[in-house]
């Protein structure tokens, strides 16, 4: 392939994202689990650095960079590897420190600049979240090199709210223009499409609980501001009158995805209030939300770009059912999770073979996008 030639981002990140993502959570349960220590980089709260510096970051990376050439997705690609490689197997260096926020940065200053042309705030602010998101990886990188504050782990817990943050802004604007779509279709005007009151009033929320999760004495407030995303994101979801689109398998899982965020923000905050440990609550929106969320969105833009369609039902369906299995295990797991380790296996099992099944639907979407491809330059 010429080095000028634009290709998709999405077909060189999403299928190496979602083997990162396959690979990453059982190595961690063996580095433990077994006794090893191996790999170094996926013990001790490591598995949600690369879960959110670098699986996250690469599927932000597929879905805004849009076709690109190589001399700028090249390098960015060789980046992000050697940040994910280094990490793995020595976590500790000044390398592997440097590379996550290296990436982040460089990812940055390609995608920020395309979300600037909007002329409304709502329409512009996802440039901004993704450059906070990008941020973090920057601040974490400071911790572990010595800064006092915050601490790593409550770093990594407003980390998980940025991503919630983000996922309720883009999987907003993903899922109501294909509702409104398939409903204008039937003939079904669907008037609450954007909902722009409850998705600003969801973009200033989550951004006040990401600042207060940052000071312990406002964790009651924190799971008061929660609460409230919460309802406000299960309200935006019932206004999309999703019911009427029962025949749309990818939009009602899309939809599960979106629900869990609001399940997630909900447990969250009940575990806030109640004093309890938050990890379990936290993993509700890192499994069943940006499991659900981004293993839909990855077959939808492939089955697209290369057929034309929608995902076949029996493959969002099996996303559906696979988050499903693992988020429900892990959460039962519960804050000490390492005495459960059969609901930890079965969760990274579910997981795992989830975004091993929808990478090889990827590599075959991929290689069916290029016969097309040839076959429509043969024909010119």
Same mark, same amino acid.
């Given at each position: ?5 634009? =290709? ?8 190496? %994202? ?8 059982? *190595? /961690? ?12 980089? *996926? ?30 997705? $090249?390098?960015?690609?060789? &980046?992000? =590897? ?13 390398? #592997?420190? =440097?590379? /996550?926020?290296?990436? #982040? ?6 995608? @920020?600049? !395309? ?31 010595? =800064? ?17 943050? *983000? ?5 907003? !604007? ?14 079904? %005007? ?33 799971? +008061? @501001? &929660?609460?409230?995303? %919460?309802?406000?994101?299960?309200? !935006? ?10 025949? !749309? ?12 965020? $609001? ?8 575990? *806030? ?7 379990? %609550? ?10 659900t969320l981004s293993c839909s969105v990855m077959l939808r833009l492939a089955w697209q770009r290369a057929h034309r369609t929608f995902p076949p039902n029996w493959q969002v369906w099996s996303v559906a059912g696979a988050m499903l299995v ?8 519960? $804050? +000490? ?13 579910a997981w795992s073979l989830c975004y091993l099944g929808v990478c090889w639907q990827l590599l075959r979407l991929f290689r069916a996008d290029r016969r097309r491809r040839v076959r429509s330059q043969a024909s010119v």
């Amino acid at each position: 392939m010429s080095s000028g030639k634009p =290709l998709h981002a999405f077909w060189l990140f999403f299928p190496t %994202a979602a083997s990162w993502a396959a690979m990453v959570v059982p *190595l /961690s349960l063996y580095a433990v689990l077994s006794g090893s220590g191996w790999p170094p980089g *996926l013990i001790d709260g490591g598995h949600g650095h690369e879960l959110i510096f670098g699986f996250a970051l690469a599927l932000i990376a597929g879905y805004t960079l849009g076709p690109q050439p190589w001399r700028i997705l $090249g390098p960015l690609f060789i &980046l992000w =590897l050697a940040a994910r490689v280094s990490w793995l197997l020595a976590p500790d260096t000044v390398t #592997a420190q =440097l590379l /996550s926020p290296a990436f #982040a940065l460089l990812l940055a200053w390609h995608v @920020v600049p !395309r979300f600037q042309a909007a002329k409304k705030w709502r329409n512009k602010i996802a440039g901004p979240l993704i450059l906070v998101l990008c941020l973090l990886a920057v601040a974490f990188c400071l911790v572990q090199l010595g =800064l006092p504050w915050p601490e790593r782990d409550r770093l990594m817990h407003v980390a998980i709210l940025g991503l919630l943050l *983000l996922m309720t802004f883009m999987g907003g !604007r993903i899922i109501a223009p294909a509702v409104a779509g398939t409903l204008e279709k039937r003939g079904i %005007a669907l008037e609450a499409r954007v909902q722009p009151r409850i998705e600003g009033a969801l973009l200033v929320l989550l951004i006040l609980a990401m600042a207060l999760l940052l000071v312990t004495p406002f964790r009651d407030l924190t799971g +008061s @501001v &929660l609460l409230v995303c %919460a309802l406000l994101i299960t309200l !935006r979801v019932a206004r999309w009158k999703l019911w009427h689109c029962r025949q !749309r398998a990818d939009l009602l899982v899309l939809a599960f995805g979106y629900l869990w965020l $609001g399940v997630g923000a909900a447990l969250a905050a009940g575990h *806030l209030l109640t004093s309890k440990e938050l990890l379990p %609550a936290l993993h509700v929106i890192t499994i069943g939300a940006l499991g659900t969320l981004s293993c839909s969105v990855m077959l939808r833009l492939a089955w697209q770009r290369a057929h034309r369609t929608f995902p076949p039902n029996w493959q969002v369906w099996s996303v559906a059912g696979a988050m499903l299995v693992a988020v429900s295990a892990r959460y039962l797991a519960g $804050g +000490s999770p390492w005495s459960h380790p059969g609901l930890l296996w079965l969760a990274a099992g579910a997981w795992s073979l989830c975004y091993l099944g929808v990478c090889w639907q990827l590599l075959r979407l991929f290689r069916a996008d290029r016969r097309r491809r040839v076959r429509s330059q043969a024909s010119v």
